[in-house]
Protein backbone atom coordinates (compact mmCIF):
# COMPACT_ATOMS: atom_id res chain seq x y z
CA UNK A 1 0.00 0.00 0.00
CA UNK A 2 1.53 3.13 -1.15
CA UNK A 3 0.41 6.79 0.87
CA UNK A 4 1.39 9.35 -1.66
CA UNK A 5 2.61 12.02 1.58
CA UNK A 6 1.13 13.66 4.54
CA UNK A 7 1.23 17.11 6.36
CA UNK A 8 3.22 17.22 9.34
CA UNK A 9 2.34 20.91 10.95
CA UNK A 10 3.47 22.71 7.31
CA UNK A 11 5.91 20.12 6.19
CA UNK A 12 4.83 17.90 3.45
CA UNK A 13 6.15 14.24 3.73
CA UNK A 14 5.92 11.78 1.20
CA UNK A 15 4.78 8.35 2.92
CA UNK A 16 5.62 4.90 1.22
CA UNK A 17 5.16 1.46 2.75
CA UNK A 18 8.64 1.48 3.93
CA UNK A 19 9.75 4.31 6.64
CA UNK A 20 11.04 5.93 10.12
CA UNK A 21 8.38 6.58 12.77
CA UNK A 22 10.14 8.39 15.96
CA UNK A 23 8.30 8.43 19.34
CA UNK A 24 9.96 11.26 21.90
CA UNK A 25 8.52 12.00 24.94
CA UNK A 26 9.89 13.80 28.13
CA UNK A 27 8.66 11.25 30.90
CA UNK A 28 11.28 8.33 30.60
CA UNK A 29 8.22 6.28 32.79
CA UNK A 30 6.18 6.61 29.55
CA UNK A 31 9.56 5.96 27.06
CA UNK A 32 9.50 2.62 28.32
CA UNK A 33 6.37 1.81 27.79
CA UNK A 34 5.92 3.06 24.51
CA UNK A 35 9.30 0.78 23.60
CA UNK A 36 8.33 -2.26 25.25
CA UNK A 37 5.39 -2.36 22.98
CA UNK A 38 6.86 -1.28 19.80
CA UNK A 39 9.54 -4.38 20.35
CA UNK A 40 6.35 -7.24 21.46
CA UNK A 41 5.17 -6.20 17.72
CA UNK A 42 8.64 -7.83 16.59
CA UNK A 43 10.19 -4.61 15.89
CA UNK A 44 13.98 -2.77 16.19
CA UNK A 45 13.99 0.36 18.16
CA UNK A 46 17.12 2.29 18.29
CA UNK A 47 17.05 5.25 20.75
CA UNK A 48 19.38 8.20 19.66
CA UNK A 49 19.17 12.09 21.35
CA UNK A 50 16.18 10.71 23.53
CA UNK A 51 13.65 9.35 21.15
CA UNK A 52 12.97 5.63 19.81
CA UNK A 53 13.33 5.61 16.06
CA UNK A 54 11.36 2.51 14.82
CA UNK A 55 12.01 1.33 11.18
CA UNK A 56 9.24 -0.17 9.42
CA UNK A 57 8.54 -2.12 5.91
CA UNK A 58 4.87 -2.42 6.17
CA UNK A 59 1.94 0.30 6.64
CA UNK A 60 0.08 -2.36 8.44
CA UNK A 61 2.12 -3.17 11.22
CA UNK A 62 2.66 0.60 11.57
CA UNK A 63 -0.65 1.40 11.94
CA UNK A 64 -0.85 -2.00 14.53
CA UNK A 65 1.91 -0.45 16.28
CA UNK A 66 0.53 3.76 16.45
CA UNK A 67 -2.72 1.57 17.60
CA UNK A 68 -1.00 0.14 20.37
CA UNK A 69 0.22 3.29 21.92
CA UNK A 70 -3.03 4.99 21.11
CA UNK A 71 -4.97 2.49 22.94
CA UNK A 72 -2.97 1.51 25.66
CA UNK A 73 -1.97 5.33 27.12
CA UNK A 74 -4.53 6.94 28.77
CA UNK A 75 -5.60 10.69 27.41
CA UNK A 76 -3.92 12.49 29.77
CA UNK A 77 -0.40 10.64 28.63
CA UNK A 78 -1.05 11.00 25.37
CA UNK A 79 -0.30 14.80 25.09
CA UNK A 80 3.05 13.98 26.84
CA UNK A 81 3.83 11.98 23.63
CA UNK A 82 5.25 13.68 20.42
CA UNK A 83 5.58 11.82 17.02
CA UNK A 84 6.90 11.57 13.22
CA UNK A 85 7.35 9.82 10.33
CA UNK A 86 9.86 10.13 7.45
CA UNK A 87 11.38 8.18 4.79
CA UNK A 88 14.58 5.65 5.70
CA UNK A 89 18.19 7.32 5.72
CA UNK A 90 16.22 10.40 6.37
CA UNK A 91 16.02 13.09 9.50
CA UNK A 92 12.41 12.92 11.10
CA UNK A 93 10.76 16.22 10.30
CA UNK A 94 8.34 17.81 12.96
CA UNK A 95 7.10 16.17 15.54
CA UNK A 96 3.30 16.36 16.57
CA UNK A 97 1.05 15.05 19.00
CA UNK A 98 0.44 11.09 19.03
CA UNK A 99 -3.22 11.77 18.79
CA UNK A 100 -2.72 13.92 15.83
CA UNK A 101 -0.43 11.01 14.33
CA UNK A 102 -2.98 8.61 14.88
CA UNK A 103 -5.71 9.93 13.00
CA UNK A 104 -3.27 10.40 10.26
CA UNK A 105 -1.68 6.75 10.07
CA UNK A 106 -4.86 5.36 10.53
CA UNK A 107 -6.81 7.26 7.73
CA UNK A 108 -4.25 7.23 4.93
CA UNK A 109 -7.25 8.01 2.45
CA UNK A 110 -8.78 10.99 4.37
CA UNK A 111 -4.69 12.52 4.18
CA UNK A 112 -4.67 12.00 0.23
CA UNK A 113 -7.68 13.62 0.17
CA UNK A 114 -6.70 16.64 1.61
CA UNK A 115 -3.14 17.02 0.99
CA UNK A 116 -3.68 16.13 -2.90
CA UNK A 117 -6.97 18.80 -3.04
CA UNK A 118 -9.33 15.65 -4.20
CA UNK A 119 -12.14 17.99 -4.08
CA UNK A 120 -14.06 20.92 -5.54
CA UNK A 121 -16.67 23.54 -4.54
CA UNK A 122 -20.32 22.92 -5.77
CA UNK A 123 -22.73 25.93 -5.49
CA UNK A 124 -26.21 26.76 -4.38
CA UNK A 125 -28.13 29.31 -5.40
CA UNK A 126 -29.62 31.83 -2.46
CA UNK A 127 -32.62 34.27 -3.75
CA UNK A 128 -33.90 37.14 -2.86
CA UNK A 129 -37.02 37.06 -0.51
CA UNK A 130 -38.59 40.35 -2.46
CA UNK A 131 -38.39 39.16 -5.93
CA UNK A 132 -36.94 35.40 -5.76
CA UNK A 133 -34.27 36.58 -7.94
CA UNK A 134 -30.70 34.76 -7.56
CA UNK A 135 -28.96 37.03 -5.37
CA UNK A 136 -25.69 35.08 -4.77
CA UNK A 137 -24.39 31.58 -4.11
CA UNK A 138 -22.71 28.97 -1.09
CA UNK A 139 -19.68 27.01 -2.08
CA UNK A 140 -20.09 23.61 -0.70
CA UNK A 141 -17.39 21.11 -0.59
CA UNK A 142 -17.94 18.25 -2.22
CA UNK A 143 -15.76 15.06 -3.80
CA UNK A 144 -13.37 15.63 -7.40
CA UNK A 145 -13.27 12.37 -7.73
CA UNK A 146 -15.52 9.18 -7.59
CA UNK A 147 -12.27 6.78 -6.25
CA UNK A 148 -11.94 9.26 -3.56
CA UNK A 149 -15.61 9.96 -1.95
CA UNK A 150 -16.03 11.91 1.31
CA UNK A 151 -19.03 13.07 3.35
CA UNK A 152 -17.94 16.98 3.84
CA UNK A 153 -19.13 17.17 7.77
CA UNK A 154 -16.76 13.45 8.37
CA UNK A 155 -13.46 15.29 6.47
CA UNK A 156 -13.58 18.65 8.08
CA UNK A 157 -14.20 16.43 11.82
CA UNK A 158 -11.37 14.49 11.04
CA UNK A 159 -9.08 17.30 9.84
CA UNK A 160 -9.84 18.55 13.14
CA UNK A 161 -8.35 15.73 14.93
CA UNK A 162 -5.36 15.08 12.55
CA UNK A 163 -4.32 18.55 12.91
CA UNK A 164 -5.28 19.18 9.01
CA UNK A 165 -7.83 21.39 9.87
CA UNK A 166 -6.19 24.66 9.38
CA UNK A 167 -4.92 23.01 5.76
CA UNK A 168 -8.26 21.93 4.35
CA UNK A 169 -10.19 25.41 5.62
CA UNK A 170 -7.38 27.26 3.48
CA UNK A 171 -7.45 25.36 0.29
CA UNK A 172 -11.34 24.76 0.52
CA UNK A 173 -11.54 28.35 0.50
CA UNK A 174 -9.11 28.89 -2.12
CA UNK A 175 -10.86 26.42 -4.40
CA UNK A 176 -14.14 28.48 -3.63
CA UNK A 177 -12.54 31.77 -4.80
CA UNK A 178 -11.08 30.03 -7.68
CA UNK A 179 -14.53 28.66 -8.89
CA UNK A 180 -16.82 31.71 -8.01
CA UNK A 181 -14.30 33.96 -10.24
CA UNK A 182 -14.89 31.28 -13.02
CA UNK A 183 -18.28 30.65 -12.54
CA UNK A 184 -19.93 33.64 -11.49
CA UNK A 185 -20.54 37.51 -12.72
CA UNK A 186 -19.66 40.78 -10.77
CA UNK A 187 -22.39 41.68 -8.37
CA UNK A 188 -23.22 37.86 -7.33
CA UNK A 189 -22.49 37.18 -3.59
CA UNK A 190 -20.55 34.21 -3.13
CA UNK A 191 -20.63 32.95 0.37
CA UNK A 192 -17.94 31.10 1.74
CA UNK A 193 -17.32 29.09 4.77
CA UNK A 194 -14.10 29.25 7.38
CA UNK A 195 -13.43 27.86 10.96
CA UNK A 196 -12.30 30.36 13.31
CA UNK A 197 -9.95 28.26 14.87
CA UNK A 198 -8.54 27.48 11.62
CA UNK A 199 -7.32 31.31 11.54
CA UNK A 200 -4.47 31.75 14.19
CA UNK A 201 -3.24 35.45 13.37
CA UNK A 202 -5.15 36.59 10.24
CA UNK A 203 -3.11 38.48 8.52
CA UNK A 204 -0.87 35.55 8.49
CA UNK A 205 -3.62 32.64 7.59
CA UNK A 206 -5.51 34.86 5.25
CA UNK A 207 -2.48 36.12 3.20
CA UNK A 208 -2.81 33.64 0.72
CA UNK A 209 -6.92 34.03 0.31
CA UNK A 210 -6.49 37.66 -0.18
CA UNK A 211 -3.64 37.08 -2.35
CA UNK A 212 -6.42 34.54 -4.92
CA UNK A 213 -8.84 37.37 -4.55
CA UNK A 214 -6.70 40.14 -6.28
CA UNK A 215 -5.21 37.60 -8.67
CA UNK A 216 -8.84 36.51 -9.81
CA UNK A 217 -10.11 40.09 -9.81
CA UNK A 218 -13.14 39.50 -7.78
CA UNK A 219 -14.53 42.61 -5.75
CA UNK A 220 -13.47 42.28 -2.08
CA UNK A 221 -17.71 43.15 -1.76
CA UNK A 222 -18.86 40.66 -3.29
CA UNK A 223 -17.17 37.80 -0.89
CA UNK A 224 -19.48 37.15 2.25
CA UNK A 225 -17.55 34.54 4.40
CA UNK A 226 -19.61 33.02 6.61
CA UNK A 227 -18.52 30.79 10.42
CA UNK A 228 -19.70 27.68 11.01
CA UNK A 229 -20.43 25.64 14.13
CA UNK A 230 -20.86 29.19 15.62
CA UNK A 231 -22.53 26.88 18.60
CA UNK A 232 -18.99 25.96 19.33
CA UNK A 233 -17.25 29.14 19.44
CA UNK A 234 -15.31 29.84 22.59
CA UNK A 235 -13.09 32.54 22.12
CA UNK A 236 -15.45 35.28 21.13
CA UNK A 237 -12.61 38.38 21.32
CA UNK A 238 -10.66 35.87 18.81
CA UNK A 239 -13.51 35.82 16.16
CA UNK A 240 -13.44 39.72 16.68
CA UNK A 241 -10.34 39.86 15.38
CA UNK A 242 -10.82 37.79 12.28
CA UNK A 243 -14.24 39.59 11.70
CA UNK A 244 -12.60 42.58 11.78
CA UNK A 245 -9.64 41.94 9.47
CA UNK A 246 -11.84 40.49 6.68
CA UNK A 247 -14.20 43.94 7.09
CA UNK A 248 -11.45 45.88 6.87
CA UNK A 249 -10.08 44.09 3.35
CA UNK A 250 -13.78 45.30 2.71
CA UNK A 251 -15.61 41.90 3.18
CA UNK A 252 -18.95 40.93 4.42
CA UNK A 253 -19.24 38.29 7.17
CA UNK A 254 -21.96 35.98 8.39
CA UNK A 255 -23.21 33.74 11.03
CA UNK A 256 -24.58 30.49 10.75
CA UNK A 257 -27.30 28.56 13.01
CA UNK A 258 -28.95 31.23 14.32
CA UNK A 259 -30.76 30.11 16.55
CA UNK A 260 -29.94 26.80 17.19
CA UNK A 261 -29.77 27.04 20.91
CA UNK A 262 -26.29 28.58 21.94
CA UNK A 263 -26.89 32.55 23.08
CA UNK A 264 -27.68 33.86 19.85
CA UNK A 265 -29.50 37.24 20.14
CA UNK A 266 -25.92 37.54 22.84
CA UNK A 267 -24.01 36.49 19.81
CA UNK A 268 -24.81 38.33 16.90
CA UNK A 269 -25.32 41.89 19.74
CA UNK A 270 -21.82 41.53 19.95
CA UNK A 271 -20.63 40.24 16.96
CA UNK A 272 -22.93 42.46 14.93
CA UNK A 273 -22.56 40.36 11.45
CA UNK A 274 -23.77 41.44 7.51
CA UNK A 275 -25.23 38.06 7.07
CA UNK A 276 -27.09 36.24 9.79
CA UNK A 277 -28.46 32.81 8.82
CA UNK A 278 -31.29 31.03 10.51
CA UNK A 279 -30.31 27.18 11.26
CA UNK A 280 -32.00 24.53 9.17
CA UNK A 281 -33.46 22.80 11.96
CA UNK A 282 -35.38 26.24 12.64
CA UNK A 283 -36.47 26.09 9.88
CA UNK A 284 -37.59 22.44 9.13
CA UNK A 285 -41.62 22.84 9.08
CA UNK A 286 -41.66 26.08 10.95
CA UNK A 287 -44.89 26.92 9.10
CA UNK A 288 -46.69 24.02 11.49
CA UNK A 289 -44.52 24.86 14.80
CA UNK A 290 -46.04 28.18 16.94
CA UNK A 291 -42.80 27.29 18.96
CA UNK A 292 -40.56 27.96 15.76
CA UNK A 293 -42.13 31.09 14.38
CA UNK A 294 -41.87 33.28 18.09
CA UNK A 295 -37.95 32.64 17.64
CA UNK A 296 -37.82 33.52 13.99
CA UNK A 297 -39.64 36.45 14.35
CA UNK A 298 -37.45 37.62 17.38
CA UNK A 299 -34.33 37.09 15.65
CA UNK A 300 -36.11 38.80 12.72
CA UNK A 301 -36.31 41.41 15.32
CA UNK A 302 -32.69 41.82 16.25
CA UNK A 303 -31.41 41.42 13.15
CA UNK A 304 -33.63 44.28 12.20
CA UNK A 305 -32.40 45.90 14.86
CA UNK A 306 -28.94 45.38 14.07
CA UNK A 307 -28.96 45.87 10.50
CA UNK A 308 -28.15 42.55 9.60
CA UNK A 309 -29.27 40.72 6.21
CA UNK A 310 -31.12 37.21 7.49
CA UNK A 311 -31.47 34.24 5.29
CA UNK A 312 -32.87 30.93 6.11
CA UNK A 313 -31.34 27.71 5.18
CA UNK A 314 -32.35 24.49 4.41
CA UNK A 315 -35.99 25.26 2.72
CA UNK A 316 -37.84 22.33 1.23
CA UNK A 317 -41.26 23.42 0.51
CA UNK A 318 -43.72 26.08 -0.67
CA UNK A 319 -45.42 26.14 2.53
CA UNK A 320 -42.15 27.29 4.97
CA UNK A 321 -41.20 29.61 2.32
CA UNK A 322 -44.66 31.28 2.28
CA UNK A 323 -44.09 31.65 5.87
CA UNK A 324 -40.86 33.05 6.06
CA UNK A 325 -40.05 34.94 3.45
CA UNK A 326 -42.03 37.62 5.57
CA UNK A 327 -39.45 37.32 7.87
CA UNK A 328 -36.14 36.99 5.91
CA UNK A 329 -34.38 38.75 3.12
CA UNK A 330 -32.79 35.79 1.61
CA UNK A 331 -33.60 31.82 1.04
CA UNK A 332 -31.73 28.88 0.61
CA UNK A 333 -32.77 24.87 0.02
CA UNK A 334 -33.19 22.36 -2.04
CA UNK A 335 -36.45 24.35 -2.95
CA UNK A 336 -34.55 26.66 -4.58
CA UNK A 337 -31.75 24.13 -6.18
CA UNK A 338 -29.76 21.53 -4.85
CA UNK A 339 -25.58 22.11 -4.89
CA UNK A 340 -24.11 21.63 -8.24
CA UNK A 341 -21.47 21.94 -10.21
CA UNK A 342 -22.47 25.35 -12.20
CA UNK A 343 -24.83 27.84 -11.04
CA UNK A 344 -28.18 28.63 -12.04
CA UNK A 345 -28.70 31.59 -14.30
CA UNK A 346 -32.06 32.38 -12.47
CA UNK A 347 -34.34 30.86 -9.69
CA UNK A 348 -37.43 28.36 -11.68
CA UNK A 349 -40.67 29.71 -9.69
Known sequence: MNVSGCYLCTTKIPLSKEGVFSIYSSRPELMAIMTELVKERGLEVKIRRGKADVQFL??????????????????SKRTAVKCSLGLLGEQPNDFIPLGEMYHKIMNPRLVKIIQEKLFHSFLQPIVRASDEEVYGYEFLLRPRSQLYHFDPGALFKFSQQSGMQSMLDSEARMNAIRTSAMMLDRGTKRFINFLPNSIYDP??????????????????????????ETEKIQDMSHLKRVFDYYRRAGVKVALDDLGAGYSTIDV???????????????IQDCHLSAEKQKVIQMISQVAQNLGTTLL??????????????????????YFFGKPAKTPLKQYVK
Not at 58 to 75: C, F, G, M, N, S
Not at 203 to 228: G, H, M, Q, W
Not at 312 to 333: H, M, P
Open 58 to 75: DWHILQKVVEDLYRTLPA
Open 203 to 228: EFCLRSTFKAVNEYRIRPEDLVFEVV
Open 312 to 333: AEGIENRDEWEFLRTKVDLGQG
Open 268 to 282: MTELRPDYGKLDRKL
